[in-house]
């Protein structure tokens, strides 16, 4: 809300205080201009100066208005950065954010078999097929029809050669629904012994990062993870040892947490009204410990949850702990909640790291390096936040602006409501099948 007045002979003065609107008049419609804002004391301080004996306009008084009620500033704060943010292309990464595609290749000789598994919903963005029913399921009728668009695209994206130079002999094996994933069996013919460069640029062109899971078996065994930055990767690599798939799983839980953007929402809805690094260690805990229960059950197929509702529900808990925040100040028992919500977490952990693939002969590891890596994330995210949280306010503090616990909880309520309106984007998308 802005306060706009209207007087003759006034003119725009550029060097008016910071979030005030300047005008220029002679004194004579000074009292005037002060009985129209005699609300002054409810829209901070209007403020008059200029030269008692001013007698023309180069020489009147200047009176500072301020531009909108101070006490609204922090309800607006959200909805503007909400803006800046879409303005700045994230609303892209809100649009569509890829799931964790895969190939597990079986290498005999220069005989390679694949399986290749995607996301159907991540094909019918990248394809304009419709693959999926209303529940996000793969129709297999529908796959049928439109198997060659789903081909094609495949082997543009999708390479075998040796060297990078000559591409192996390909064919098509087989194409199958698997709840709200497609399966393809491809097949390449390559010479014995050759180094094999495996390349994927799979939805390259509709999310910025967009992974790639590759778990090779039989003669050479190891994993790897494919991107926009690393897209291909040789296949004459030895036997991974177990230090070398320790390494890979720890880096692959950080990562995950690092594009995880509702989880990095929720982790921020969490720690906000904290702001200091040990009391928030025991919360990310609790919440890594629970997650930790869940994604050991789902991964073991001892107890799992749809995705669809593990999704909405993730994104659920955004909205819940960000919404919490205007109500409470003591999160001295959050850590219960954040437990709570870390069951759910964990079953969408789960569903990455079954992407990702389980060595058969180190699964234990595997697991424990994907929570480790995860925490790990987690806390350089708690660890960041804090000091930016920090040395904003003493930057604020260096500038003059009086620090106090109401402007903190203010900076706070306004993550808070950024958050808030991620959290029902997401939550309002997933419910309706986005």
Not at 68 to 97: E, F, M, N, S, Y
Not at 224 to 240: C, E, H, I
Not at 367 to 374: P, T
Request: net charge positive.
């Amino acid at each position: 809300m802005r306060w706009q007045v209207r007087l003759v002979n006034s003119v725009p003065r550029p060097n008016a205080p910071n979030g005030h609107t300047c005008i220029t008049v002679d004194r004579s419609t000074v009292k005037s201009i002060l009985s129209r804002f005699a609300v002054a004391r409810q829209t901070s301080h209007a403020t008059v100066s200029g030269p008692k004996n001013a007698k023309n306009l180069n020489q009147g008084v200047s009176v500072y208005l301020p531009k909108r009620p101070a006490k609204l500033a922090w309800l607006i704060w959200p909805v503007l950065v909400a803006g800046v943010l879409g303005a700045c292309g994230v609303t892209d990464v809100l649009a569509h954010q890829t799931k964790l595609s895969s190939s597990r290749l079986t290498m005999t000789g220069g005989e390679i078999a694949a399986q290749i598994e995607l996301n159907a919903v991540d094909l019918n963005v990248a394809t304009g097929a419709t693959l999926t029913g209303a529940d996000n399921r793969v129709d297999a009728q529908h796959l049928a029809w439109q198997l060659g668009v789903v081909q094609t695209y495949v082997e543009q994206h999708v390479t075998l050669s040796t060297g990078g130079r000559a591409s192996c002999e390909a064919t098509w094996v087989s194409a199958a629904p698997e709840d709200d994933h497609v399966v393809l069996a491809r097949h390449w013919r390559c010479p014995a012994d050759a180094s094999l460069v495996y390349r994927v640029t799979l939805f390259h062109e509709i999310d910025p990062v967009a992974r790639h899971m590759v778990s090779v078996d039989g003669d050479r065994k190891f994993i790897g993870l494919l991107g926009v930055k690393t897209p291909q990767m040789t296949l004459m690599q030895s036997a991974s040892s177990k230090w070398q798939t320790g390494i890979q799983y720890v880096a692959s839980g950080i990562e995950h947490i690092a594009i995880g953007y509702d989880h990095i929402a929720f982790l921020l809805a969490v720690i906000v009204l904290g702001r200091r690094f040990w009391p928030l260690f025991k919360v990310v805990t609790a919440f890594t410990i629970a997650h930790s229960i869940t994604l050991t059950l789902a991964v073991l197929q001892i107890f799992e949850l749809p995705s669809n509702l593990v999704e909405t529900l993730i994104a659920a808990s955004i909205v819940y702990v960000a919404a919490e925040n205007f109500l409470v100040r003591d999160i001295r028992h959050r850590w219960l909640i954040t437990f709570a919500f870390g069951l759910i977490h964990g079953f969408g952990f789960a569903s990455v790291l079954r992407d990702y693939g389980l060595p058969e002969d180190a699964i234990g590891l595997a697991l424990l390096s994907f929570n480790v890596g995860v925490e790990i994330g987690q806390l350089l995210i708690v660890v960041a936040a804090v000091i930016i949280w920090q040395v904003g306010f003493k930057v604020a503090g260096g500038l003059g602006r009086q620090i106090t616990e109401q402007r903190e909880r203010q900076v706070s309520l306004i993550i808070s409501g950024a958050v808030l309106i991620a959290g029902l984007y997401w939550l309002a998308q997933r419910l309706l099948g986005g």
